[in-house]
C-alpha cells in the first residue's frame, strides 16, 4: 500500500544568480497514523525572475542539485 502524497509549491533557497527566493514544486509524503508529513521531496525549482529559463546553463550549475538529478 502507497502513502498518501500532496504537492504543494512554496519558497524556496535564494537563486545562486540574481538572489531571488526561488520557488519549490514539493511533494510530501503523508502518513495514516499522524497529520504531519513523514517526509518531503523536492520535485522541481524555478526562479520568479527567470534565471532558470534565460540562463539554463548557468542556473544548472550554480544551484543545488534536486532529488533525481543526475550528479
Known amino acids: 500500500m502507497h502513502s ?3 504537492e504543494i509549491t512554496r ?3 535564494p537563486c545562486a544568480l540574481c538572489h531571488t ?4 514544486l514539493v511533494y510530501l509524503v503523508l502518513s495514516a497514523q499522524s497529520s504531519f508529513p513523514q517526509r518531503e521531496v523536492i520535485k522541481d525549482r524555478w526562479c520568479p525572475a527567470g534565471c532558470h529559463q534565460l540562463q539554463p546553463a548557468r542556473w544548472k550549475e550554480a544551484m543545488p542539485l534536486l532529488s ?3 550528479a
Open 4 to 6: 498518501p502524497r500532496m
Open 11 to 13: 519558497d524556496g533557497i
Open 21 to 24: 527566493v526561488t520557488t519549490e
Open 68 to 70: 533525481g538529478d543526475d
